[in-house]
Nanobody, 116 residues
Framework: VQLQASGGGLVQPGGSLSVSCAASGSVSRINYMGWYRQAPGKQRELVAATRGSSKTYADSVKGRFTISRDSVKNTVYLQMNSLKPEDTAVYYC????????????WGQGTLVTVSS
């Protein structure tokens, strides 16, 4: 499975940004897709994930970020609103088969910078 992320960039505090991640290859076993982020000097953390009809969000982004998935296009989206400077990080797309730890894939990461 290959993951191609796009979007990201520089946005002012309070602004909005969207990132997307397209999966290709052997995607039939992928049942989980999510976004993680890693800020400088910090560990990578879960931002949001979707599995079937279930969606999970980090407390820090609830009410501001929305994850969605287009199963036909094998693409997961993250809409980020009311962005804060502390949202600045490299955002990574993740796709996996939760039944098989060996099937766990990461995208290349896209930088989101929230700054005035």
């Amino acid at each position: 499975v290959q993951l191609q992320a796009s979007g990201g960039g520089l946005v002012q505090p309070g602004g909005s940004l969207s990132v997307s991640c397209a999966a290709s290859g052997s995607v039939s076993r992928i049942n989980y897709m999510g976004w993680y982020r890693q800020a400088p000097g910090k560990q990578r953390e879960l931002v949001a994930a979707t599995r079937g009809s279930s969606k999970t969000y980090a407390d820090s982004v609830k009410g501001r970020f929305t994850i969605s998935r287009d199963s036909v296009k094998n693409t997961v989206y993250l809409q980020m609103n009311s962005l804060k400077p502390e949202d600045t990080a490299v955002y990574y797309c993740n796709a996996r088969d939760i039944r098989d730890p060996a099937l766990n894939y990461w995208g290349q990461g896209t930088l989101v910078t929230v700054s005035s």
